[in-house]
């Protein structure tokens, strides 16, 4: 508890929570202006990723040109949508601003993390979308997105850049919990992996295998997809519990679990090779428990 309680010491923390709480309050005001009966509002990633973003300059943290690459990449889903473009053209929208964020953040000097962050951020926005088109309405992609977003704090050596985002999730995923009122949206899913990335490759360069291990924390967010287009029956596997607070609770399990091994037993290792055999396996894990989960529940509605 005195850990927790020393985060509001430092500045980072609060730089990130004061800006969380204020990106929150204007979720809120947007959502009861628009209207309590609408469907969740997508601005929760853009609400995260500018509160990151901020957080980031007022603490004179690395930056560059992160904020107009993080636009640029938020703009291409953005124009592609508005297009009426099919889905998969959205990655491929965002990855000029991916490579972009890649080529000039001030992040890392490791050519493997830009190579990293420029296959990353699209492809994790996708598989982001994906999710929240099943899931929004329980607002699971801001809370696994906020899971992720602790595991980093826990396994990067240097933990400022990931306090930032990790308060201002933490706040922002109360319009997800206890009650829904937003959720990632198409352009905040890519937009938020992109700040995420750039926080990890930041605090993660004294530990290389941290990186890796934060990365995988995004979890089910990216496996989720994988296993219902590979197993469509998986698609029911969130029935299992009531589309409320306490449900979303329990669903958020699996992914706890992903994000533990993945920033505690994979992110600790000195070197690269070791972590990827962690995730590997933590991935394959729970890709074959989810095709588990979803034979069984096929056979409960069956029968």
Not at 18 to 31: F, K, M, Q, S
Not at 39 to 63: C, H, K, Q, R, S
Not at 111 to 135: C, K, N, Q, T, Y
Not at 251 to 269: K, Y
Request: hydrophobic fraction near 60%; charge should be positive; charged fraction near 10%.
């Amino acid at each position: 508890m005195s850990d927790l309680l020393a985060l509001f010491d430092t500045a980072y923390f609060r730089v990130g929570l004061r800006l969380g709480l204020a990106a929150l309050a204007a979720g809120w005001a947007l959502r009861f202006a628009v209207g309590r009966e609408r469907p969740p509002l997508p601005i929760a990633g853009v609400l995260v990723a500018g509160a990151t973003l901020g957080g980031l300059y007022l603490t004179d943290e690395l930056l560059g040109p992160t904020v107009l690459a993080v636009i640029s990449v938020a703009a291409g889903v953005l124009g592609a949508r508005l297009a009426k473009t099919p889905v998969w053209v959205q990655p491929l929208a965002a990855a000029p601003g991916a490579v972009w964020l890649a080529v000039t953040t001030p992040a890392t000097q490791f050519l493997w993390v830009r190579i990293l962050i420029a296959l990353v951020v699209p492809l994790a926005g996708f598989l982001i979308s994906d999710f929240e088109m099943r899931h929004d309405k329980m607002g699971l992609g801001i809370i696994f997105f906020t899971l992720a977003t602790l595991g980093a704090f826990a396994a990067v050596p240097d933990t400022e850049q990931a306090l930032i985002i990790g308060a201002a999730s933490l706040a922002v995923s109360f319009l997800a919990w206890p009650r829904v009122a937003a959720s990632l949206g198409p352009e905040g899913g890519y937009a938020a992996v992109a700040c995420l990335l750039v926080v990890v490759a930041a605090g993660g360069q004294a530990r290389p295998s941290s990186i890796i291990g934060s990365t995988a924390c995004l979890g089910l967010l990216l496996l989720e997809p994988v296993v219902v287009w590979l197993k469509p029956s998986a698609i029911r596997l969130v029935t299992w519990v009531n589309r409320n607070w306490i449900g979303a609770v329990l669903a958020s399990i699996p992914q706890f679990v992903v994000v533990v091994l993945c920033s505690r037993v994979a992110a600790r290792f000195q070197t690269e090779l070791p972590a990827l055999i962690v995730v590997a396996i933590t991935y394959a894990l729970a890709i074959a428990a989810g095709f588990t989960g979803a034979r069984r529940t096929a056979e409960t509605i069956v029968g």
